[in-house]
């Protein structure tokens, strides 16, 4: 294969760079919504699913008549209920310092966390029925020295933590119709035609991460796009 010439090498590097950019611009204020908003996607306005946040809080617990043992994701009596207090509470854990460099033991501090739940109604606007991803996801957001936002990660030291908290998938989650003893796409449901279903959701997050925590939509197990609706946890 020819090495490319020094135009093509310019072409390359100005592409990327024009990626790069719009990458980076794509955290405009369009993509950010309030709860009661309707969102839909922004990368595939034929997507026929709306979703829209009926309510969203950050808590301490999750009572067990609203958040039943058969709904969370991972299993309850062995992930969940051994890092949860008499009361409910999450028990501190031990995480990497955000601000650190590297993942060594000396960078290890020790934190609480929160629950942020959500009650999302997602609606089929399509004629027939669909089989649709449903879950938002959790992200942490900050902004940097000239106001931007950036994409940011806390990793925990903990194993037993970290599978409560992966790749922000919810713990927690109401509707499961694709479950099976294995919980195989457990992210998806089906929907009829012109069918809204209603579905509660529950993340965790450590206790001075709950202001920088956003819902994104449509951002099926990560995406090379920051350009996908986002609602903040907080309000």
Same mark, same amino acid.
């Given at each position: 294969?020819?090495?490319?010439?020094e135009n093509e090498i310019?072409?390359?590097?100005?592409?990327?760079?024009? $990626?790069?950019?719009?990458?980076?611009?794509?955290?405009?204020?369009?993509?950010?919504?309030?709860? +009661?908003?309707?969102?839909?996607?922004?990368?595939?306005?034929?997507?026929?699913?709306?979703?829209?946040?009926?309510?969203?809080?950050?808590?301490?617990?999750?009572? $067990?008549? $609203?958040?039943?043992?058969?709904?969370?994701?991972?299993?309850?009596?062995?992930?969940? =209920?051994?890092?949860?207090?008499?009361?409910?509470?999450?028990?501190?854990?031990?995480?990497?310092?955000p601000d650190a460099e590297?993942?060594?033991?000396?960078?290890?501090?020790?934190?609480?966390?929160?629950?942020?739940?959500?009650?999302?109604?997602?609606?089929?606007?399509?004629?027939?029925s669909q089989e649709a991803?449903?879950?938002?996801?959790?992200?942490?957001?900050?902004?940097?020295?000239?106001?931007?936002?950036?994409?940011?990660?806390? $990793?925990? =030291?903990?194993?037993?933590?970290?599978?409560?908290?992966?790749?922000?998938?919810?713990?927690? +989650?109401?509707?499961? +119709?694709?479950?099976?003893?294995?919980?195989?796409?457990?992210?998806?449901?089906?929907?009829?035609?012109?069918?809204?279903?209603?579905?509660?959701?529950?993340?965790?997050?450590?206790?001075?991460?709950?202001?920088?925590?956003?819902?994104?939509?449509?951002?099926?197990?990560?995406?090379?796009?920051?350009?996908?609706?986002?609602?903040?946890?907080?309000?």
């Open positions: 294969m020819p090495y490319p010439s310019e072409k390359i590097l100005a592409d990327q760079e024009g $990626q790069k950019a719009s990458f980076d611009l794509s955290y405009g204020e369009s993509f950010f919504f309030s709860v +009661q908003d309707e969102i839909t996607d922004p990368l595939h306005p034929e997507n026929p699913i709306r979703y829209k946040v009926a309510d969203i809080t950050v808590t301490d617990s999750l009572p $067990q008549a $609203q958040f039943p043992e058969e709904s969370y994701v991972t299993d309850y009596d062995s992930a969940v =209920a051994p890092l949860l207090n008499e009361d409910g509470t999450l028990k501190s854990h031990e995480r990497y310092s590297d993942t060594t033991a000396e960078n290890i501090e020790t934190v609480g966390s929160k629950f942020i739940t959500a009650t999302v109604e997602i609606t089929n606007t399509e004629d027939s991803y449903i879950t938002p996801m959790l992200e942490l957001l900050k902004t940097d020295d000239a106001g931007e936002f950036e994409r940011f990660y806390v $990793q925990p =030291a903990s194993a037993a933590y970290a599978s409560l908290s992966v790749e922000g998938e919810p713990l927690f +989650q109401s509707i499961q +119709q694709f479950t099976g003893s294995r919980k195989k796409h457990v992210r998806f449901a089906e929907i009829g035609a012109g069918e809204t279903l209603e579905c509660t959701f529950a993340w965790v997050v450590d206790d001075d991460c709950t202001d920088n925590a956003y819902l994104a939509f449509f951002d099926m197990c990560g995406s090379g796009t920051n350009s996908y609706p986002r609602v903040k946890a907080t309000g």
